[in-house]
């Protein structure tokens, strides 16, 4: 790869370094991304599985459906991409990651600083009284009934048709208004929110790197395209970073 010495230089003396993560850093490590040919919603139905209509109309189902991801991803490992952006946050103080996965690799890894913008499968919640639930990793089952009010339990993850927990995306917004660099990885675009946080960040004077196969709807904002395998480009990248 080539980077010029003056980006390194940049590198270094940008302050408020932030990332903004997409399924497809998690793919090195096998869990399936969301688009693409071989994405989950190639092979299912969004409108089925991931909406609270469907979690009302068929709630067994969509456990189901949330059981096996989460059976998959306790399977799976952080990939060198993730440990990368751990270390960065080893060596910057001022680095954080808002990541859009729910699969929990960014902390993993060892990430501490990361805001998980679309929840964590492992974690779940009672619909009516709020109470949470870990998921038993051990037997990967958790009861459908709250133990507290009767109610639903769901996955504590963000669901089509569901709005962002407000405090949580004035945090982001923040934090790309103050970044100086953005480091957008492995995400298409195609969920409005995470774009506006990267457009946000661009007008606010960031410096924009995209890392990811191929363009997308962040691509207009990025002022550096890195064309590739995350898992090869941002352990470089973060070497860079003192
Ligand atoms: P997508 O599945 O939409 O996109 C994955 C992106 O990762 C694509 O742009 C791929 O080109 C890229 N990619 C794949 N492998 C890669 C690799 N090894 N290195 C770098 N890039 C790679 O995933 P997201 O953009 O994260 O939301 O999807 C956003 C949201 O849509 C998800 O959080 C989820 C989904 O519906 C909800 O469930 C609310």
């Not at 679309?118 to 619909?127: A, L, Q, S, Y």
């Not at 507290?148 to 504590?156: A, E, F, Q």
């Not at 957008?184 to 774009?195: D, E, F, M, W, Y």
Request: a neutral charge; aromatic letters at 10%.
């Amino acid at each position: 790869m080539q980077i010029s010495p003056q980006l390194k230089n940049r590198f270094k003396n940008s302050k408020n370094i932030l990332a903004l993560t997409g399924a497809g850093i998690s793919a090195e490590s096998g869990v399936p991304t969301f688009r693409g040919k071989e994405g989950l919603w190639k092979q299912y139905r969004a409108e089925d599985l991931a909406t609270p209509q469907a979690f009302r109309k068929d709630p067994k189902l969509v456990w189901e459906w949330y059981l096996w991801r989460m059976e998959l991803i306790s399977t799976k490992s952080p990939n060198p991409a993730h440990f990368a952006l751990a270390e960065l946050e080893k060596k910057r103080s001022d680095f954080y990651l808002i990541t859009q996965n729910v699969d929990g690799l960014h902390k993993k890894s060892g990430s501490e600083k990361v805001m998980e913008i679309h929840g964590n499968i492992f974690r779940n919640r009672c619909i009516s009284c709020a109470h949470f639930y870990d998921s038993d990793l051990s037997k990967l089952k958790i009861s459908i009934e709250c133990a507290n009010c009767g109610n639903l339990v769901r996955p504590d993850v963000l669901w089509f048709g569901e709005s962002y927990d407000t405090e949580l995306l004035n945090q982001a917004v923040s934090l790309a208004e103050r970044s100086e660099l953005a480091l957008v990885i492995g995400s298409s675009g195609a969920v409005g929110i995470p774009v506006e946080l990267a457009r946000i960040a661009k007008e606010n004077g960031a410096f924009v790197i995209e890392i990811n196969l191929d363009p997308s709807g962040y691509s207009r904002y990025a002022d550096l395209f890195l064309q590739g395998k995350a898992g090869e480009i941002l352990p470089e990248i973060v070497s860079y970073f003192v």
